[in-house]
């Protein structure tokens, strides 16, 4: 059974820091491209950054870029994202995502193959 955990979520004021992980189970971890996603009540869910296999090509959304770094783990079959710089406009909830599609574009949401439940972060002014 595959599931995606998310967890780190929280409550931080801007200009603080979190770090999302995502614990995998269920399927191949070092197979998957690993990304992260954000959801709001009034966007679609939208790409934050994503990870390739051994973490050779990483990719960001721009309004993160700088502030979030994405990494992987494949021994504990885990995926971090650490965010820092945190502004209002971070406020989401955050969920993670494998992509088990070989050559598959890193970014598009409905390449992944497997979600999380999602973990709220809100970033208070």
């Known amino acids: 059974q595959v599931q995606l955990v998310e967890s780190g979520g929280g409550l931080v004021q801007a200009g603080g820091s979190l770090r999302l992980s995502c614990a995998a189970s269920?399927?191949?971890?070092?197979?998957?491209?690993m990304g992260w996603f954000r959801q709001t009540s009034r966007k679609e869910r939208e790409f934050v950054a994503a990870?390739?296999?051994?973490?050779?090509?990483?990719r960001y959304v721009d309004s993160v870029k700088g502030r979030f770094t994405i990494s992987r783990d494949d021994a504990k079959n885990t995926v971090y994202l650490q965010m820092s710089s945190l502004s209002p406009d971070d406020t989401a909830v955050y969920y993670c995502a494998a992509n088990m599609r070989p050559r598959a574009s890193l970014s598009s949401r409905e390449e992944y193959d497997y979600w999380g439940q999602g973990t709220q972060v809100t970033v208070s002014s």
């Open positions: 990870i390739s296999l051994s973490g050779a090509i990483i």
């Open positions: 269920g399927f191949t971890f070092s197979n998957a491209r």
